[in-house]
């Protein structure tokens, strides 16, 4: 018993031995090449993606969850974007308002691409929805 399964052990361990260095040297490179995909992949997509731009622009204000509870959210009079009068409000009005601001909410043309824009507005939805 003990020595059917102690063979594939000791056979692995063996090649393990022999081709140690090189395996490890190949590994370190396999490996290194896999991190810079994975960040440059990850990196690639939380740029572009709604939620990281209201995260990095919206969420002071308007909070995370969307209820514009916080202090600047307070301080600026921003509603929740869950309020009643926001969801009547079509995609095309909201979008303005999120171009060329209005009252204490900033513009965000020529800081934001369209793409950008109707992202960050997909993502609003999202927050709507909960
Ligand atoms: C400095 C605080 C502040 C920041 C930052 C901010 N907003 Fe606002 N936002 C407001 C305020 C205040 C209003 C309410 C404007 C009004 O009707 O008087 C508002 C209104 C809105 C509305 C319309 C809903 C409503 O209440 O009528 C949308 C949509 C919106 N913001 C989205 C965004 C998005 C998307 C971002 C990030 C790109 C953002 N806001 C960043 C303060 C902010």
């Known amino acids: 018993m003990s020595s059917r399964s102690r063979t594939p052990a000791m056979g692995l361990l063996t090649i393990t031995k022999q081709k140690g260095a090189v395996m490890t040297r190949r590994l370190r490179w396999y490996g290194i090449a896999a991190l810079c995909l994975?960040?440059?992949?990850?990196?690639?997509?939380?740029?572009?993606?709604?939620?990281?731009i209201y995260k990095?622009?919206?969420q002071m204000c308007h909070a995370a969850d969307g209820s514009a509870n916080t202090p600047a959210g307070k301080a600026k009079k921003a509603r929740a974007l869950t309020?009643?009068?926001v969801l009547k409000e079509s995609d095309?009005?909201?979008?303005?308002?999120?171009?060329?601001g209005k009252n204490q909410m900033p513009a965000y043309k020529g800081k934001l691409s369209d793409a950008e824009m109707k992202d960050v507005l997909e993502y609003v939805h999202t927050l709507q929805k909960k």
């Open 92 to 100: 095309a009005d909201l979008l303005a308002i999120i171009q060329n």
């Open 83 to 85: 309020a009643p009068e």
């Open 38 to 52: 994975i960040a440059s992949g990850t990196r690639g997509l939380a740029q572009n993606s709604g939620a990281d």
């Open 56 to 58: 990095a622009k919206c």
